[in-house]
Structure formats: structure tokens, C-alpha cells
């Protein structure tokens, strides 16, 4: 089984995944997943109370992955080792909480998966880079290559996309008064006129949200069985 959620933001946002609020985890394991749509947030000062919960997430009864999102510590982050993993690209923060890198295409149980993460983080004004905000929130040059790459190689047809922010299509129809617009979400905008896929999930605004499409949700404290 397969299932998504938003933001965690550990500690903040992480008591979501206790038993009492996600019970179906007592019956899965860890050939089961739980999908993080961005803003981890569990590898960002490696400080006792974090570490903690990444040892929590490790025993428990599924595999944590997740996407980047905007409020990572990058610096950190890039010093784990690349690795393959269901065919696309990640760090292993533990043995089973997995960082899905950007533009790769995961095939997971029989259904691909496109990962972008990244997004711009509209309170940088008041954080310090390299401190608390890093430049390569968004993706550079040489992950959009790999992306397109990637795509290309599966003909622009997968079965899922899962990024933290969206599309600035989706993002004016969603909340008008945002005003996001940088190289990914021009990317997304790419996507979206040219990538064949069933559903796209992302996260990063904070509340929950089903498109009339049906093609795009957003999430944030609910958590939903994908497959």
C-alpha cells in the first residue's frame, strides 16, 4: 500500500503520523510507503530531539519517503550518499526513511512516480542563508537536464507526479493573491501541457484540497491512501 501526505516539518507537523491520528499503519510494513510531499524538515540540525524522530520513523510498521521541499537543510542533505533505489536516484537518511531527488522517476510497486522538490520560500527575508534558508531550494540547471532526460526516456507518461510546490497555473487558481512564479513553477507549467499522468500531489500551502479536476491535490494535514 501507498500512502501520501503533506508537510511535516518535524517536530512541528509530525504528530500526524502517530497511531491515534494514521491507524492503518498497525497493519502495514515496510513494504509499504508513506509519502511526504516536501518539508521533511527531519534533516536540519541533527539535534537529539530530531534525531529522535528519525529513529521514530524508522521502527515504524512502513517506509517513510519524501521529497524536498523549501525548508530543508540542503547543505546537510547533499552530504548522504547518492543511491539507487526502485530505479531513480535518493539519499537514505536511515534504512527506511528515503530522500526522493528531483527529476527522477521512481517505479514503486508497479506505478511511476516523477519527484520534483523544491520551492521558494516566501519568509527568506528573515532567515539567514546557509543558516536557515538555502539558495538551492529551487532545482538548478543540472537537475532540470536530468528531469527532461528522465522524462524523455519514458516518453512523458507516467502514473504519478509528486512535487512540494505547483504549477503557477494551478497555483492562480488556487490562491489568487500568491504570487509564485520562478524557474519550477514555469517547469510545472511545462508538465503540465506535456506530461501524460494520472495525478499530481503537492503540498507546501498548507491546507488540504481537492481540484475539481481531478487531476491535483494539495495536502497538508490529511493523509490518503494513494494505491
Do not use: V
Given at each position: 500500500m501507498i500512502y501520501i501526505t503533506g508537510d511535516t516539518h518535524i517536530p512541528i507537523d509530525i504528530n500526524k503520523l502517530l497511531t491515534i491520528n494514521f491507524p492503518e499503519q498497525e497493519k502495514l510494513s515496510k513494504n509499504d510507503f508513506l509519502i511526504i510531499c516536501g518539508d521533511f524538515g527531519g534533516v536540519w540540525d541533527n539535534s537529539d530531539e530530531e534525531i529522535c524522530w528519525r529513529n521514530w520513523l524508522n521502527e515504524r510498521n512502513f517506509t517513510t519517503l519524501f521529497v524536498d521541499g523549501n525548508h530543508e537543510n540542503f547543505d546537510l542533505l547533499e552530504q548522504y550518499e547518492i543511491k539507487e533505489w526502485k530505479n531513480g536516484k535518493v539519499h537514505f537518511i536511515n534504512d527506511s526513511v528515503i530522500h526522493l531527488m528531483r527529476g527522477q522517476i521512481f517505479n514503486i510497486n508497479g506505478f511511476t512516480f516523477f519527484t520534483m522538490?523544491?520551492?521558494?520560500?516566501?519568509?527568506?527575508?528573515?532567515?539567514?542563508?546557509?543558516?536557515?534558508?538555502?539558495?538551492?531550494?529551487?532545482?538548478?540547471?543540472?537537475?532540470?537536464?536530468?528531469?527532461?532526460?528522465?522524462?524523455?526516456k519514458q516518453n512523458w507518461k507516467v502514473d504519478y507526479v509528486i512535487s512540494h510546490t505547483a504549477s503557477i497555473k494551478i497555483i492562480q487558481n488556487l490562491l489568487s493573491d500568491i504570487n509564485e512564479s520562478n524557474s519550477l513553477n514555469s517547469f510545472f507549467n511545462l508538465l503540465e501541457d506535456r506530461l501524460d499522468y494520472k495525478h499530481w500531489y503537492f503540498g507546501h500551502f498548507h491546507y488540504d484540497y481537492n481540484f475539481e479536476d481531478n487531476k491535483h491535490t494539495l495536502l497538508y494535514k490529511k493523509i490518503i491512501k494513494l494505491i
Open positions: 522538490g523544491g520551492a521558494t520560500s516566501i519568509d527568506k527575508y528573515r532567515r539567514i542563508e546557509g543558516k536557515s534558508w538555502w539558495n538551492n531550494e529551487i532545482p538548478s540547471k543540472k537537475e532540470y537536464e536530468e528531469a527532461l532526460d528522465n522524462l524523455d
